[in-house]
């Protein structure tokens, strides 16, 4: 927010008139910088100040959304430049480039691929958004098939990246109620791009040789009426990359520097040929400020640690990811039946169930609620050592469910063996493996109740 | 509108560490900006990239993580030897498995004379480290210690539990030592001040405990840049030291990288980079692909 509250005040009328609903224009003002005002609630309110106002207190980085329905890609808003500040709020967008240079077969066979990729991690499905399609053939009536193809057989929102602006707006008609991004928009074409993206209303992906020049690219563009826009400073690899969106992202957020004021997109697939580095270097651009990263594979080997970083760095850390304390019986366990235990950490939740569905032997899972810690975590902070756990067989009266007295702790708490023997008196403590995928295997070769 | 970059300068360093001895020393940290921020400040080391050993034969690694050592597994020395030579490793991180109290729980005078040998056997720094239980590894990491003085060891893990003796030995026979707090920059702190009451803050590298990629990866990549933060632009000095992280096993334990030999090396190279945008110092890895693939991007 770049207004102050004080700040605001001075341009409201002043006349304390309450029609807003609060009892002083300046209670009204600090209500607008807080949240949950809306400069529509007052009815005085000279329509030029309005303008101003709603110009100053738009979000430093601009929401811009690609595509439409259920398939939308809604970039920007971010707040910050450190996750651990507040969160990160929007999911950068993950394209596959898609040229129209291939054999058709080919093409064909990697929207295929593209169409059936189903990733899923605890409960939440993760998936690509975009399918980047790209100019590079000279032959416009290949690219409109591409463009056809992908727009009749996928969902996914589209990029679509030409040097030729007259083939880049001639396929934008063909997908313009699918709302592409097109790329690029440069201080060459400009003049002959800004009357296409009003008329298709489509978001413009802006490039620059660097950050000053896109500067002057964005701020004409502005100055033309195209609001919507995603930046590529044009960084040549990773480290550019990184040092580029860093620079962006902070003019926007920690000057209020408006002409940076949009997401940004980068383009791995054309920094590395090379297929690993293109992945390394997508997962560090969507770390460091990528609105949208373009990797060229289709292979899911590739594109699963992508999803399952922007998941990470994507989470909430202030809203740890938990399952609810209690003992999970899994398969209808009686007196014979294992007991495991670990934290309420989503994580650990998913891979121990999931694991021990897996082998079939009816069990006790015990969840101890540590706010979200993992286990050594939690077990630093006192909420998983050994008085903690005692704490809890107690609390469900463990000892009454089983006949035998063992208790399976997570491979990792070396440390807390000792320190259970010494809090659950009578009770084998027993280690499990060290990753959950062994449990099966552990289960089956060393339990004997 | 006129573009002014919105730079930062910061006038605190973390602190510079020297790992190993002689012509093949490592240093480390130094730096007075963030991570690859050398447009407004200078990181005058790359990062350390160690290649991990055992000093028994690994049981359960994945056969793609397996097979580049395949020939050698048998033999720490050899192990080492092949990592130096073949794969270019300018660091290695040996790990004393086989002294695991809930193991083969072997003796720290047999550890440290594997250490004794892999030290004499390659010129490259040397992290040793233990099986992350306080009282055991007080006493292996001890003897090493004494019997590798002067080589400049860093010695891996000190914890709250037991930095009293490991850093008493480190400082009398010349070495380094990683204080490791689980997961939380206040206790990673609390640490350091303890240490630094006897023990050379440059001496001193942290360990926040790494996670890998899906398994916990963003509370390491968030508390480094914590720690980071509170060194930097907060200038307090017990949060400059170098930070190591330890995530090459972590990684192969997991499914993803269990099942598919490109996926692994992403999920260890993915969760590598991520570790050095937030700020590490010093990394190690388990496959030597994934340690190549990040040295030729930030190096």
């Given at each position: ?449 | ?9 910061i006038?605190e360093n973390i ?16 730096e007075n900006t963030l ?6 400040g ?186 980071k933060q509170f060194g930097l632009a907060d200038k307090d000095?017990?949060m400059q ?38 700020g ?20």
């Open positions: 927010m770049a207004l102050k509250g004080a700040e605001i005040m001075k341009m409201l009328p002043k006349t304390n008139c309450k029609e807003c609903g609060y009892a002083t224009c300046f209670a009204f003002a600090m209500k607008l910088v807080a949240g949950g005002a809306k400069l529509e609630d007052c009815p005085y309110l000279d329509p030029e100040v309005k303008a101003q106002l709603e110009a100053a207190m738009a979000p430093p980085i601009k929401l811009v959304t690609i595509g439409t329905g259920e398939n939308a890609l809604s970039i920007g808003e971010e707040e910050v430049m450190f996750r651990h500040e507040k969160t990160f709020f929007h999911e950068p967008g993950i394209a596959i480039l898609i040229s129209d240079k291939g054999v058709e077969s080919e093409i064909e066979e990697k929207l295929k691929r593209i169409n059936a990729f189903d990733f899923e991690r605890i409960g939440q499905k993760l998936s690509i958004n975009l399918l980047a399609l790209c100019f590079e053939s000279g032959d416009k009536d290949k690219f409109e098939a591409l463009v056809k193809k992908a727009y009749e057989t996928t969902e996914f929102a589209l990029i679509l990246i030409s040097e030729d602006t007259d083939v880049l707006f001639s396929a934008a008609a063909l997908c313009a109620d699918r709302k592409p991004l097109v790329y690029p928009i440069t201080n060459e074409n400009m003049s002959a791009a800004v009357p296409k993206l009003k008329e298709f209303g489509v978001p413009a992906g802006v490039r620059g040789a660097s950050i000053e020049a896109l500067v002057s690219v964005t701020s004409d563009l502005k100055d033309a009426g195209i609001e919507n826009m995603v930046l590529d400073p044009g960084s040549k690899n990773m480290v550019e990359g990184i040092q580029n969106q860093t620079l962006i992202r902070r003019a926007a957020l920690k000057k209020g520097f408006r002409p940076l004021g949009y997401p940004t997109i980068a383009f791995p697939c054309f920094m590395y040929p090379d297929k690993f580095k293109e992945t390394v270097a997508a997962a560090a651009l969507m770390t460091k400020y990528a609105g949208i990263v373009v990797v060229s594979q289709a292979d899911e080997h590739f594109i699963l640690p992508l999803l399952v970083h922007r998941f990470n760095i994507y989470s909430d850390p202030r809203r740890p990811m938990t399952v609810e304390e209690k003992v999970y019986e899994i398969g209808n366990p009686d007196e014979k039946s294992p007991i495991l235990i670990t934290t309420n950490y989503a994580l650990d939740y998913f891979i121990v169930s999931a694991a021990i569905e897996e082998t079939n032997m009816p069990a006790y899972l015990c969840i101890k609620g540590t706010e979200g810690l993992g286990v050594m975590a939690a077990w630093t902070s006192g909420k998983f050592n050994g008085e903690a756990i005692a704490e809890f067989f107690e609390k469900y009266g463990m000892p009454d469910k089983v006949k035998h007295r063992k208790l399976i702790i997570p491979g990792v708490a070396k440390k807390l063996v000792a320190e259970l023997e010494e809090d659950l008196p009578g009770w084998e403590i027993i280690l499990g493996p060290l990753e959950g995928s062994d449990i099966p295997k552990f289960l089956s070769e060393e339990w004997t109740a | 509108m006129k573009y002014e970059p919105p730079l930062e300068k006038s602190r510079e560490a020297v790992l190993g001895h002689g012509e093949k020393a490592l240093k480390i940290g130094g991570p690859f921020h050398s447009f407004e200078t990181l005058p080391n790359p990062p350390g990239l160690a290649l991990e050993i055992l000093d028994t034969e690994p049981e359960n690694w994945a056969p793609s993580v397996l097979e580049p050592f395949e020939d050698v597994v048998s033999d720490p020395v050899n192990w080492a030897r092949k990592c130096v030579e073949v794969f270019g490793a300018e660091m290695l991180c040996l790990r004393l498995v086989s002294t695991d109290p809930l193991g083969k729980d072997g003796s720290p005078q047999a550890a440290a004379e594997i250490t004794k040998k892999v030290a004499d056997a390659v010129d490259v720094p040397l992290i040793v480290w233990g099986t992350n239980m306080d009282e055991k590894d007080a006493q292996v990491l001890t003897e090493v210690a004494r019997v590798c003085a002067g080589k400049n060891l860093l010695l891996s893990p000190v914890s709250k539990g037991n930095y009293e003796k490991i850093a008493q030995a480190a400082l009398e026979h010349g070495h380094a030592i990683v204080a490791q707090a689980s997961m939380d920059a206040n206790l990673t702190k609390e640490l350091n001040i303890v240490l630094c009451k006897f023990f050379p803050p440059e001496k001193i590298v942290v360990d926040p405990t790494a996670s890998a990629l899906g398994y916990g990866l963003e509370y390491t990549f968030s508390i480094i840049e914590e720690i000095k017990m030291m170098p930070i190591i992280c330890d995530f090459g096993g972590d990684c192969w334990r997991t499914k993803e990288a269990k099942e598919n030999r490109e996926q692994g090396i992403l999920w260890e190279a993915t969760t590598a980079i991520s570790f050095l945008l937030a590490a110092n010093l990394l190690i890895f388990r496959h030597p692909e994934a340690l190549k693939l990040i040295k030729e991007m930030v190096v």
